[in-house]
């Protein structure tokens, strides 16, 4: 989890400072623009690890179980009866 917060600052502040540089503003307000980016993008990414992971935990649940599948295709192939 940690590494995707990393990941969402280091993002978020790239493209934060790349926008406000782009739209010619001040260094100050390039790096206020960023460093805000970079908070918003960080809690976004926490948020959507998390999701993920409940996500991951409820079809690794769902996968132990199902019973077995049937060993047998269930569609014959073409050419054979």
Known sequence: MKSLL???GLLGFC???LLSWASECSWPACL???SLAAYLT???MRWWGSAW???LEDAMHEAQNRPEAP???LISKPGKS
Do not use: V
């Open 32 to 34: 206020w623009h960023g």
């Open 71 to 73: 060993t047998a295709p």
């Open 42 to 44: 960080s809690l976004l």
């Open 53 to 55: 992971r409940k996500n």
């Open 6 to 8: 990393l990941i969402g």
């Open 15 to 17: 493209a934060g400072l």
